[in-house]
């Protein structure tokens, strides 16, 4: 294939996927600023290894993966930030952006307080319906982990939230 071709192919697979993977990064990390800064590193990545990934059976699984790849260590980094900073001043109190309803506010604050791979469980399964078997393809997880995750992750949903709420979330969702 031509430089071109190839090219225009990982073009077409940036047009089709960019909005998707900027949701995704946007969900498991909670920043917004961060979203398409990660979606957009992560596609960089994919493009440096194109040649190879364009032959896989789901390059967008992997893609996926390389997100909550990122997203992580863009959390674990944060964390470890935000503990140097608080040896040196106190927190002050988080402000919210933009016009978000009180309900995703909750379910947002609620999300960030699961653990990762709790987190991308829920998100990856509810807010992207994404199959169980899909879901583990971009997590590098086994389809057992899966389903103990989310349910785990839901579990906590219900207690933070509690049960009509969490169910209004899940079924509220759009079919695809």
């Known amino acids: ?65 390389v997100v909550a790849n990122m997203a992580r260590e863009r959390i674990r980094s944060a964390i470890r930030e935000r503990r140097r900073v608080l040896l040196f001043w106190t927190r002050s109190p988080e402000r919210t952006d933009g016009p978000d309803v009180a309900g995703v506010l909750d379910v947002r604050a609620a999300l960030a307080r699961l653990p990762f791979r709790k987190r991308a469980c829920v998100v990856l399964r509810h807010a992207f319906d994404l ?11 086994s389809v057992g982990t899966v389903k103990s995750q989310t349910s785990k992750g839901m579990a906590a949903l219900e207690r933070a939230l509690g049960a009509r709420a969490v169910g209004e979330l899940t079924t509220g969702r759009r079919n695809r």
Do not use: C, N, V
């Open 131 to 141: 199959s169980e078997k899909d879901t583990a393809a971009a997590l590098g997880i």
């Open 1 to 65: 294939m031509l430089l071109d071709d190839t090219s225009t192919e990982f073009h077409d697979f940036f047009d089709r996927h960019y909005a998707e993977l900027a949701r995704l990064a946007h969900l498991l990390t909670g920043e917004a600023d961060a979203a398409d800064d990660l979606a957009a590193d992560a596609l960089l990545a994919l493009w440096q290894r194109w040649d190879r990934l364009r032959a896989a059976d789901h390059p967008l699984a992997y893609a996926r993966g």
